[in-house]
């Protein structure tokens, strides 16, 4: 609108993908001989994004012929084949895009110009925000993405994470990566990854989404599969949850101390925590619980993927891998 009228409006609306239709109240300006910058202030809400109260800036500028998306200062750039945009683009997704050519063709009819416009969008400090991202893993390099596919933040759901698990497996698979893994947590993460001195775009953010994981991995197999976790985390996984959130899913101790009958070890129906039964038990119900978990993972793999457990202590230390070693 500034470009083509000359004036910038105080506020400006848009239609998202499912038919809302925000406002934004502009938070920068700033126009030249060709060109012209509007910015907003990123709104997540109660999400716990690292993109929160981040400017975001659009350029528009006329150039050439047709529309292109360039990434400015805080935009990353793709580096690795597997993701919805090709090598080489500006970390800006299909969705977004859409809905900046839909805005440009729109103002191109109203104001009678040829829809040529070069379009970039940045970030300030983007860069530095990135690295709390996974984008590093993903081969995407210099900044942040440019993400949606409904404009509308949904606190840190299920859905946004698996979604971020599954882009992970593209990018392993687009690579030729055999072998992934899917951690728990932080520490397990790194024992894994040293364990198999695998690359970091073989790791896998799985948290507790194990089911998320093994879902995408069924349909789109790789040769290889290690997950690793703490004692409790693979307990659960043992006894079938797929989502191994404490809100989510708990130990069952009666079938726990089913396992410890059958490998000898005290009983430990009375233990508190999975971690509490690993100290009455020892090696013995570790390994019962490793190879427990590996029957689990295999039965709903129909043995489509190799697949390995890595059971690690609090401190770092392997207590347990099935198939055993």
Known sequence: ????????????GITLPKGETPVFPLAFIDQ????AEAGVIKDAGDDPDVTHGALIIARVQ????????????????????????????????PVPRQLMTDVVLECAAIYGHAPDIAITIS????????????????????GLSVLGTT?????????????????????????????????????SERVVQALYGLPDHAMLDMGDFAGGLLKYLKKHPVARLTIGGGIGKITKLAQGAMDLHS???????????????????????????ALEAYEIGGAPLAQAVAD????????????????????????????ARAPKR
């Not at 609108?1 to 506020?11: D, I, K, N, T, V």
């Not at 030249?32 to 060109?35: A, D, E, L, R, V």
């Not at 970030?123 to 210099?142: C, D, F, M, S, Y």
């Open 1 to 12: 609108m500034a470009l083509w009228s000359g004036e910038f409006p105080a506020e400006i």
């Open 32 to 35: 030249g001989p060709g060109w």
């Open 292 to 319: 427990a978990a590996l029957a689990r993972v295999e039965s709903f793999l129909v043995g489509a993927i190799n697949t390995d457990i890595v059971v690690i202590d609090r401190a770092g230390t392997v207590i």
């Open 123 to 142: 970030i300030p400090g983007g860069q530095k925000l990135a690295e709390k991202t996974w984008n590093p893993r993903l081969g995407i390099v210099g």
């Open 247 to 273: 809100d989510r899913s708990q130990v069952d101790f009666s079938a726990l101390n089913g396992l410890a009958e059958a490998v000898g070890v005290k009983d430990v129906s009375q233990a508190n925590t």
């Open 62 to 93: 006329m150039r050439g012929t047709g529309l292109s998306f360039h990434a400015g200062d805080g935009v990353g750039t793709i580096t690795k084949p597997g993701l919805p945009i090709a090598v080489g683009e500006p970390a800006i997704n």
């Open 151 to 187: 404009g509308v933040v949904r606190p840190f759901s299920c859905a946004a994470w698996i979604a971020s698990i599954h882009r992970g497996i593209d990018v392993a698979r687009a690579g030729g990566q055999t072998h992934v893994a899917g951690a728990t947590g932080a520490t």
